[in-house]
């Protein structure tokens, strides 16, 4: 089992980069911002606890995210490894990764930080436009869609995040940039953790996931190990 964190400031990167990863290693992203939003969309239990939390640009209580994540993790499609885009963002959810993972005799392969500066990371949120159906994200002068307010890849309308408000962006920037920085002590501190220049172009970012990664033997499986994981 693959376990790569991606860490990010909000606005960073992580939701642009993980499918692209995803998609070179053969295993799926589990984002809990994007578990979140979808819960908010059903009108669920759990999304209208998470809204109070998301609406205010603050995390939702760990005790929430940290089951959401662990009930997610034991389902099937995770058991050859998994991507996470959002989490953990405190040490008490990175210590309650590491807890289940040890239980399988499994560990966080990597933490790759896509390392990006605040101003730049205002003028994304600001501009970012994600789907309907999946939350593809898109950007209005850097990565615009083919054809206006439709996704490219699946056809859903684009639409503005209530959290990407300017006085929404900034509350999340101010509560949640401290958190981040006790995850990525975290990672420095067990040996895993990678940094990547965020302000290079989107291609240009996906290579230097891809090389840190391969550099610790993490990289997509040959063509033969994929018949054999498919028989
Ligand atoms: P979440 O959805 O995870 O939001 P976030 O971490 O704040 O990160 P974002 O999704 O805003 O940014 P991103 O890094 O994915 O950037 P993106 O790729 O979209 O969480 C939302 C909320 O849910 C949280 O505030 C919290 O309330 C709650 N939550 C979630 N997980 C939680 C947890 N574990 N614990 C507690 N609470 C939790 O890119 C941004 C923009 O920039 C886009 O427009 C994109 O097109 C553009 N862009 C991307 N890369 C580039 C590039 N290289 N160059 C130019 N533009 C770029
Ligand atoms: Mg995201």
């Given at each position: ?7 990010g400031a909000?606005?960073a990167g ?100 896509v390392?990006v ?81 965020g ?33």
């Amino acid at each position: 089992m693959s376990v790569v964190v991606l860490l990010g400031a909000p606005g960073a990167g992580k939701g642009t980069q993980a499918p692209l990863l995803a998609e070179r290693l053969g295993i799926p992203v589990v984002a809990t911002g994007g578990i979140f939003r979808a819960a908010v969309r059903d009108g669920t239990a759990l999304g209208m606890e998470a809204r109070r939390y998301m609406d205010a640009g603050q995390l939702v209580p760990d005790e929430i995210t940290v089951k959401l994540l662990l009930d997610r993790l034991a389902r099937p499609d995770a058991s050859s490894g998994v991507i996470l885009d959002g989490f953990p963002r405190t040490g008490v959810q990175a210590a309650a990764l590491d807890h289940a993972l040890d239980e399988r005799a499994e560990r966080v392969a990597a933490a790759v930080l896509v390392d990006v500066p605040a101003d730049e990371l205002v003028r994304r949120m600001s501009g970012r436009w994600i789907c309907r159906s999946a939350g593809h994200p898109y950007h209005e002068t850097s990565s615009p869609p083919r054809s206006a307010g439709v996704c490219d890849l699946d056809g859903s309308e684009l639409y503005q995040r209530q959290d990407d408000r300017p006085e929404t962006i900034r509350v999340r920037l101010d509560q949640q940039l401290g958190a981040l920085g006790e995850v990525i002590d975290y990672y420095r501190a067990a040996g895993v953790l990678v940094v990547v220049d965020g302000l290079q172009e989107i291609g240009l970012v996906a290579a230097g996931v891809e090389t840190a990664l391969a550099a610790r033997g993490i990289r997509a499986p040959s063509p033969v190990e994929n018949v054999a994981g498919r028989a």
